[in-house]
């Protein structure tokens, strides 16, 4: 049993995309997309600095759009058949963060476009939230669960991602971040993460709402393989509902520990990773022994690939 799993922000480097354009149909795709989205997704694939693609409301459409990309040249997708019922899809999907727009666009809940579409105002409303106060992340690595957990809660700030393997991130106030490094959990190192703000908390909250104003207009259908939710790990069988859980998720902590474990549950084999890919199968290879890991970082890697998805699909 093969899964996909889609990064989140913070992956992206400068220049990742570049050897993607040299596979038949993908800029011609990413060139689609980016008259979606509003953005010129290649050149700040190819061209940017990292610190034009750290602005949320580019590294967010930016991930999507990689992914799905490399999505449909890993299973030779045409555009006419990209979510279309009954095509090549693998036999289960989720999604890091925002990389869970791109999860749902696999699954076929929500076309490319609409994944792009929601992408879009995803990061303009995180961006503009993360503006209002000055706030950021930082990785908790190593240490007791419960002893970072309860640091964390002491110093006023949120596990925003419980990502298992012994990586928990904090997020809150530039003070409180400040406080809590200098008061850090035994055992652990702390690792302050490139990132505009602090997502998955209540300083979100703004953007959850637009998400919520925009989702009853998105036509969706039930998601054709299992596809696990960062809420709590769970598969969501319905597309509305997997919708709603997204628009909620953006101001509250991604459970990607609970997703492994659910992975385990369902029998996965093999797990490869869309780009900009290494974070998750990382993860992944601290957690889950015997499963097959794969990052597809280049297009040198799809033969590899696609020899995996050959023998471990159901």
């Excluded at 990309?69 to 963060?97: F, N, Q």
């Excluded at 904090?170 to 993460?193: Q, S």
């Excluded at 703004?206 to 925009?214: G, K, N, Q």
């Excluded at 696609?306 to 159901?314: D, N, P, Q, T």
Aim: proline share 7%.
């Amino acid at each position: 049993m093969i899964l996909l799993a889609s990064p989140g922000q913070g992956a992206q480097t400068p220049g990742f995309l570049r050897p993607w354009l040299d596979v038949p149909g993908v800029a011609d795709r990413l060139a689609w997309w980016s008259a979606v989205s509003g953005l010129d997704l290649v050149r700040y694939g190819t061209e940017a600095e990292a610190e034009e693609i750290r602005d949320t409301a580019i590294a967010q459409p930016l991930l999507v759009s990689a992914a799905l990309a490399a999505y449909e040249a890993l299973y030779s997708i045409t555009p006419d058949a990209a979510g279309a019922p009954g095509g090549p899809r693998p036999d289960a999907v989720a999604g890091h963060s925002v990389g869970e727009l791109a999860a749902a666009a696999i699954a076929g809940v929500v076309t490319p476009e609409s994944a792009l579409v929601l992408v879009r105002e995803r990061g303009r409303a995180m961006a503009e939230a993360a503006a209002v106060t000055e706030t950021g992340m930082t990785a908790v690595l190593g240490g007791d669960a419960d002893e970072v957990l309860a640091a964390i809660d002491k110093h006023g700030l949120t596990p925003a991602n419980v990502n298992g393997a012994g990586q928990i991130v904090a997020a809150g106030t530039v003070g409180r971040l400040a406080a809590f490094a200098a008061e850090p959990p035994a055992k652990a190192r702390l690792r302050e993460l490139s990132v505009a703000g602090a997502f998955h908390t209540e300083h979100m909250a703004p953007a959850a709402e637009t998400l919520r104003r925009l989702s009853p207009g998105v036509t969706v259908a039930d998601p054709a393989m299992p596809l696990l939710s960062n809420r709590d790990g769970a598969v969501v069988g319905s597309g509305r509902e997997y919708l709603n859980r997204l628009a909620e998720q953006v101001s509250a902590p991604v459970r990607w520990d609970a997703c492994m474990e659910t992975i385990r549950e369902l029998g996965v084999t093999a797990i490869i990773e869309l780009p900009p890919a290494g974070t998750l199968v990382g993860l992944a290879r601290r957690e889950l022994r015997g499963v097959e890991l794969l990052a597809l970082k280049t297009p040198d890697d799809l033969d590899k690939a696609r020899a995996l998805v050959k023998e471990h699909s159901s």
